[in-house]
């Protein structure tokens, strides 16, 4: 079997990374993998060890028509038994035009739980043989829009449980952060974006301070909102207490070090920094939104609130700070969902059954 993915991200993390488990562990399985992807990427390094041809090219976004061609180009060269669309930015229309003048059958993956309209998904998603969602809550969504529910499958995004571990190393945690052994420390993991509610916590922050005098915030990510936030926590006076931290490569090691991760997002396709925290062990608070419910199951591996009340994510918080065994409990419960049902193994079998069932419909 072989499978060209194209994947437009620029960086490593999110559904990139979720393209290089993916091509490591299809390529363990016998399978040939070819990719297509942006040329400054660090997972060009990443996969080379595992695919057989890599087309690094300069994608310039939903304007680059030009794509087209040159992606029919490629899949025409190759040959693949099936193109495999993983992300958004310049692949999914194009991709999906350029596989069908190519005469190749095409798969979508959906990361996303953004709606659209019934005009759009009633042309754009006739593009597609099938339709992989990370999520129920996705499948869900696409499926109220009109997409046939047997042109939808659920494949979960994965965690490595290998790399994202249980176990602090405290020492190194405090002088990387600055911080002193009697600080509790609150992390979010997620893009600057606003649908990512940074502002609901900083809005929960004044009397999470009152009641917990040694609590810091530390924020990791990068985004279009970063002077903004930067601007309201300086208004505030909180410099020393809540920091941007911008994007980190070593969130495996930061992570089990955490004492809580927040999550307010107002909307989430699923939440890869939920699966690190919870397979690092750290105990959870997040929006009932999207495809969360689905990692965080209310009072069982975490605590749920309402999206966009600032009030209800005060309390969850200030929950899990004073019963830290109960917390700690959550967090274990939490550590064993993610090894059952979103391990990487777990997830690159899902993806090839999917294509196994897709060819020997196609023959």
């Known amino acids: 079997m072989k499978i060209l993915h194209v994947e437009t991200g620029r960086h490593l993390y999110g559904g990139s990374l979720q393209v290089r488990y993916l091509i490591e562990g299809l390529a363990n399985e016998g ?3 070819t990719l297509v992807c942006e040329k400054s990427t660090p997972l060009v390094e ?3 060890a595992w695919t057989d041809n890599i087309y690094p090219e300069v994608i310039k976004g939903d304007l680059d028509v030009a794509f087209i061609r040159r ?3 490629i899949m025409e060269q190759e040959r693949a038994d099936l193109v495999h669309l993983h992300s958004r930015r310049g692949c999914e229309i194009f991709g999906g035009i350029a596989a069908r003048m190519a005469g190749a059958p095409v798969i979508l993956t959906r990361r996303v739980d953004n709606p659209e309209s019934r005009l759009v998904v009633g042309i754009k998603y006739r593009l597609y043989d099938q339709v992989i969602t990370i999520s129920q809550a996705i499948g869900c969504v696409l499926a109220r829009e009109g997409v046939p529910a047997e042109k939808i499958a659920c494949v979960p995004s994965a965690v490595d449980c290998d790399r994202y571990t249980p176990g602090h190393d405290r020492a190194w945690f405090e002088r990387e952060f600055d911080l002193t052994d009697q600080d509790i420390v609150i992390g979010v993991v997620a893009q600057l974006i606003a649908r990512k509610g940074h502002r609901y916590l900083l809005a929960a922050l004044p009397r999470l301070f009152h009641k917990h005098p040694h609590l810091k915030v530390l924020i990791f990510g990068r985004g279009p909102l970063h002077e903004t936030l930067q601007e309201k926590i300086n208004a505030a006076g909180w410099q020393e207490r809540v920091r941007l931290l911008g994007f980190r490569d070593d969130m495996h090691r930061v992570m089990p070090n955490l004492d809580l991760l927040v999550h307010p997002a107002e909307m989430e ?3 890869v920094s939920l699966l690190q925290a919870a397979a690092s062990g750290v105990p959870i608070v997040a929006s009932a939104v999207g495809g969360i419910p689905e990692i965080v199951h209310h009072g069982v591996t975490g605590l749920l609130v309402t999206p966009a009340d ?6 969850a918080v200030d929950q899990m700070l004073a019963q830290p065994q109960r917390a700690e409990k959550m967090a274990v419960a939490a550590r064993r969902l993610v090894e059952v049902t979103f391990s990487v193994p ?13 060819l020997a419909r196609k023959k």
């Not at 600032?310 to 309390?315: D, F, G, I, K, W």
């Not at 777990?346 to 059954?353: D, P, R, S, T």
């Open 310 to 315: 600032a009030e209800a994510l005060e309390s």
């Open 31 to 33: 399978v040939s993998n």
């Open 346 to 358: 777990a997830m690159v079998q899902g993806n090839l059954a999917i294509y196994q069932r897709l």
């Open 46 to 48: 990443a996969v080379s």
């Open 269 to 271: 396709g699923l939440g």
């Open 71 to 73: 992606l029919k180009t």
